[in-house]
T-cell receptor, first 116, second 113 residues
Framework: DVKVTQSSRYLVKRTGEKVFLECVQDMDHENMFWYRQDPGLGLRLIYF???????EKGDIPEGYSVSREKKERFSLILESASTNQTSMYLC???????????????FGDGTRLSIL | AQSVTQPDIHITVSEGASLELRCNYSYGATPYLFWYVQSPGQGLQLLLKYFSGDTLVQGIKGFEAEFKRSQSSFNLRKPSVHWSDAAEYFCAVGGTGRRALTFGSGTRLQVQP
Protein backbone atom coordinates (compact mmCIF):
# COMPACT_ATOMS: atom_id res chain seq x y z
CA ASP A 1 0.00 0.00 0.00
CA VAL A 2 1.19 3.50 -0.82
CA LYS A 3 2.33 5.51 2.14
CA VAL A 4 2.62 9.28 2.06
CA THR A 5 4.02 10.63 5.30
CA GLN A 6 3.95 14.24 6.38
CA SER A 7 6.45 15.06 9.09
CA SER A 8 4.10 16.95 11.41
CA ARG A 9 0.37 16.75 12.11
CA TYR A 10 0.30 20.09 13.92
CA LEU A 11 2.72 22.99 13.73
CA VAL A 12 2.69 26.43 15.33
CA LYS A 13 5.04 29.11 14.04
CA ARG A 14 5.43 32.86 14.31
CA THR A 15 5.00 35.54 11.68
CA GLY A 16 8.17 36.05 9.69
CA GLU A 17 9.66 32.64 10.43
CA LYS A 18 10.89 30.37 7.64
CA VAL A 19 8.81 27.19 7.80
CA PHE A 20 9.56 23.80 6.29
CA LEU A 21 6.90 21.15 5.70
CA GLU A 22 8.24 17.75 4.72
CA CYS A 23 6.60 14.94 2.77
CA VAL A 24 7.93 11.47 1.98
CA GLN A 25 6.39 8.76 -0.22
CA ASP A 26 7.51 5.15 -0.41
CA MET A 27 6.16 4.02 -3.80
CA ASP A 28 8.72 5.51 -6.19
CA HIS A 29 6.13 7.92 -7.60
CA GLU A 30 7.30 10.47 -10.13
CA ASN A 31 4.79 13.19 -9.24
CA MET A 32 4.39 14.93 -5.91
CA PHE A 33 2.01 17.73 -4.99
CA TRP A 34 1.40 20.29 -2.25
CA TYR A 35 -2.12 21.60 -1.60
CA ARG A 36 -3.63 23.86 0.98
CA GLN A 37 -7.14 23.17 2.20
CA ASP A 38 -9.39 25.90 3.56
CA PRO A 39 -13.08 25.68 4.47
CA GLY A 40 -15.31 26.36 1.49
CA LEU A 41 -12.39 26.51 -0.93
CA GLY A 42 -11.54 22.84 -1.27
CA LEU A 43 -8.00 21.92 -2.21
CA ARG A 44 -5.88 24.46 -4.02
CA LEU A 45 -2.65 23.45 -5.66
CA ILE A 46 0.44 25.33 -4.50
CA TYR A 47 3.25 23.54 -6.37
CA PHE A 48 3.95 20.18 -7.87
CA UNK A 49 7.00 18.28 -9.02
CA UNK A 50 7.20 15.70 -11.79
CA UNK A 51 10.83 14.70 -11.31
CA UNK A 52 13.79 15.34 -9.07
CA UNK A 53 14.71 19.05 -9.12
CA UNK A 54 11.73 19.77 -11.42
CA UNK A 55 8.80 21.85 -10.24
CA GLU A 56 5.83 23.74 -11.58
CA LYS A 57 3.70 26.43 -10.01
CA GLY A 58 0.16 25.60 -9.16
CA ASP A 59 -2.74 27.99 -8.68
CA ILE A 60 -1.49 29.76 -5.52
CA PRO A 61 2.34 29.71 -5.41
CA GLU A 62 2.86 33.18 -3.95
CA GLY A 63 4.69 33.12 -0.64
CA TYR A 64 5.79 29.49 -1.08
CA SER A 65 8.69 27.60 -2.61
CA VAL A 66 9.46 23.90 -2.90
CA SER A 67 12.42 21.58 -3.03
CA ARG A 68 12.80 18.09 -4.44
CA GLU A 69 16.34 16.84 -4.10
CA LYS A 70 15.38 13.16 -3.85
CA LYS A 71 12.57 11.33 -5.60
CA GLU A 72 10.83 10.29 -2.40
CA ARG A 73 10.90 13.66 -0.63
CA PHE A 74 9.11 16.91 -1.44
CA SER A 75 9.42 19.93 0.83
CA LEU A 76 7.20 22.99 1.01
CA ILE A 77 8.86 26.16 2.27
CA LEU A 78 7.15 29.26 3.58
CA GLU A 79 9.86 31.86 3.09
CA SER A 80 8.45 34.34 5.60
CA ALA A 81 5.32 33.00 7.26
CA SER A 82 2.27 35.23 7.48
CA THR A 83 -1.02 34.78 9.32
CA ASN A 84 -2.91 34.24 6.05
CA GLN A 85 -0.89 31.06 5.54
CA THR A 86 -2.59 29.45 8.51
CA SER A 87 -4.20 26.41 6.91
CA MET A 88 -4.23 22.65 6.45
CA TYR A 89 -1.49 21.51 4.08
CA LEU A 90 -1.82 18.23 2.20
CA CYS A 91 0.87 16.38 0.30
CA UNK A 92 0.06 13.85 -2.43
CA UNK A 93 1.90 11.66 -4.91
CA UNK A 94 1.13 9.56 -7.98
CA UNK A 95 2.68 7.83 -10.98
CA UNK A 96 3.61 9.84 -14.02
CA UNK A 97 0.70 8.68 -16.18
CA UNK A 98 2.50 9.70 -19.34
CA UNK A 99 2.24 13.35 -18.39
CA UNK A 100 -1.54 13.18 -17.99
CA UNK A 101 -3.56 13.42 -14.80
CA UNK A 102 -5.01 9.92 -15.10
CA UNK A 103 -3.36 8.32 -12.09
CA UNK A 104 -5.00 8.50 -8.67
CA UNK A 105 -3.25 10.70 -6.17
CA UNK A 106 -2.37 9.28 -2.76
CA PHE A 107 -2.55 11.69 0.15
CA GLY A 108 -0.83 12.17 3.46
CA ASP A 109 -2.83 12.93 6.60
CA GLY A 110 -2.06 16.64 6.43
CA THR A 111 -0.26 19.23 8.52
CA ARG A 112 -2.37 21.80 10.33
CA LEU A 113 -0.20 24.90 10.41
CA SER A 114 -0.95 27.90 12.60
CA ILE A 115 0.95 31.15 12.13
CA LEU A 116 0.71 33.46 15.14
CA ALA B 1 -9.09 25.88 -18.07
CA GLN B 2 -10.77 23.14 -16.15
CA SER B 3 -13.05 23.63 -13.16
CA VAL B 4 -15.25 21.63 -10.82
CA THR B 5 -18.43 22.71 -9.07
CA GLN B 6 -19.95 20.92 -6.13
CA PRO B 7 -23.17 22.86 -5.58
CA ASP B 8 -23.99 21.41 -2.17
CA ILE B 9 -21.77 22.59 0.66
CA HIS B 10 -23.50 20.50 3.29
CA ILE B 11 -25.97 17.58 3.09
CA THR B 12 -27.73 15.72 5.89
CA VAL B 13 -29.31 12.31 5.33
CA SER B 14 -30.77 9.68 7.62
CA GLU B 15 -28.95 6.41 8.09
CA GLY B 16 -30.26 3.89 5.57
CA ALA B 17 -31.43 6.55 3.13
CA SER B 18 -30.04 6.90 -0.37
CA LEU B 19 -27.45 9.52 -1.22
CA GLU B 20 -26.53 11.55 -4.28
CA LEU B 21 -23.73 14.12 -4.27
CA ARG B 22 -23.53 16.39 -7.26
CA CYS B 23 -20.46 17.28 -9.29
CA ASN B 24 -20.31 19.36 -12.46
CA TYR B 25 -17.10 19.89 -14.36
CA SER B 26 -15.83 22.10 -17.12
CA TYR B 27 -13.21 20.70 -19.47
CA GLY B 28 -12.76 20.91 -23.22
CA ALA B 29 -12.01 17.26 -23.90
CA THR B 30 -12.80 13.91 -22.34
CA PRO B 31 -12.02 14.31 -18.66
CA TYR B 32 -10.52 12.01 -16.09
CA LEU B 33 -12.88 12.17 -13.10
CA PHE B 34 -12.35 11.19 -9.49
CA TRP B 35 -14.24 11.12 -6.20
CA TYR B 36 -12.33 11.28 -2.92
CA VAL B 37 -13.50 11.07 0.69
CA GLN B 38 -11.89 12.77 3.68
CA SER B 39 -12.68 11.61 7.20
CA PRO B 40 -12.02 14.09 10.01
CA GLY B 41 -8.33 14.61 10.68
CA GLN B 42 -7.22 12.49 7.76
CA GLY B 43 -6.07 12.85 4.19
CA LEU B 44 -8.12 12.06 1.11
CA GLN B 45 -8.93 8.51 0.08
CA LEU B 46 -9.89 7.58 -3.48
CA LEU B 47 -13.45 6.26 -3.82
CA LEU B 48 -13.60 5.74 -7.57
CA LYS B 49 -12.41 7.05 -10.91
CA TYR B 50 -13.65 7.35 -14.49
CA PHE B 51 -11.40 7.43 -17.54
CA SER B 52 -13.43 5.98 -20.40
CA GLY B 53 -15.82 3.19 -21.30
CA ASP B 54 -18.78 2.27 -19.14
CA THR B 55 -20.26 5.49 -17.78
CA LEU B 56 -21.32 3.87 -14.50
CA VAL B 57 -18.34 3.14 -12.31
CA GLN B 58 -18.24 1.23 -9.07
CA GLY B 59 -16.03 2.20 -6.19
CA ILE B 60 -15.17 1.18 -2.68
CA LYS B 61 -17.55 1.24 0.31
CA GLY B 62 -20.59 0.65 -1.92
CA PHE B 63 -20.33 3.95 -3.82
CA GLU B 64 -20.94 4.39 -7.53
CA ALA B 65 -20.85 7.36 -9.90
CA GLU B 66 -22.27 8.03 -13.33
CA PHE B 67 -20.56 10.09 -16.01
CA LYS B 68 -23.02 12.09 -18.11
CA ARG B 69 -21.21 13.93 -20.88
CA SER B 70 -24.30 15.85 -22.02
CA GLN B 71 -24.72 17.32 -18.55
CA SER B 72 -21.00 17.61 -17.71
CA SER B 73 -21.75 15.77 -14.50
CA PHE B 74 -20.25 12.99 -12.43
CA ASN B 75 -22.61 12.47 -9.50
CA LEU B 76 -21.78 10.13 -6.64
CA ARG B 77 -24.44 7.77 -5.30
CA LYS B 78 -24.95 5.24 -2.57
CA PRO B 79 -28.18 3.25 -2.10
CA SER B 80 -28.05 3.09 1.69
CA VAL B 81 -25.91 5.38 3.81
CA HIS B 82 -24.15 4.19 6.96
CA TRP B 83 -23.18 6.40 9.90
CA SER B 84 -19.52 5.81 9.03
CA ASP B 85 -20.04 7.59 5.69
CA ALA B 86 -20.13 10.94 7.47
CA ALA B 87 -17.19 12.81 5.96
CA GLU B 88 -16.30 15.39 3.35
CA TYR B 89 -16.42 14.38 -0.29
CA PHE B 90 -14.41 15.92 -3.10
CA CYS B 91 -14.85 15.63 -6.84
CA ALA B 92 -11.79 16.21 -9.03
CA VAL B 93 -11.10 16.50 -12.76
CA GLY B 94 -7.93 15.86 -14.72
CA GLY B 95 -7.08 15.79 -18.37
CA THR B 96 -4.68 14.99 -21.15
CA GLY B 97 -1.41 16.89 -21.07
CA ARG B 98 -1.96 18.16 -17.57
CA ARG B 99 -0.38 16.45 -14.56
CA ALA B 100 -2.43 18.08 -11.82
CA LEU B 101 -6.05 17.64 -10.79
CA THR B 102 -8.56 20.39 -10.12
CA PHE B 103 -10.68 19.80 -7.04
CA GLY B 104 -14.14 21.01 -6.16
CA SER B 105 -14.83 22.82 -2.91
CA GLY B 106 -16.24 19.71 -1.27
CA THR B 107 -19.56 18.51 0.19
CA ARG B 108 -19.80 17.73 3.87
CA LEU B 109 -22.11 14.78 4.59
CA GLN B 110 -23.80 14.42 7.94
CA VAL B 111 -25.66 11.20 8.76
CA GLN B 112 -28.53 11.26 11.24
CA PRO B 113 -29.33 8.12 13.24
Amino acid sequence: DVKVTQSSRYLVKRTGEKVFLECVQDMDHENMFWYRQDPGLGLRLIYFSYDVKMKEKGDIPEGYSVSREKKERFSLILESASTNQTSMYLCASNRAGGGHSNQPQHFGDGTRLSIL
Amino acid sequence: AQSVTQPDIHITVSEGASLELRCNYSYGATPYLFWYVQSPGQGLQLLLKYFSGDTLVQGIKGFEAEFKRSQSSFNLRKPSVHWSDAAEYFCAVGGTGRRALTFGSGTRLQVQP
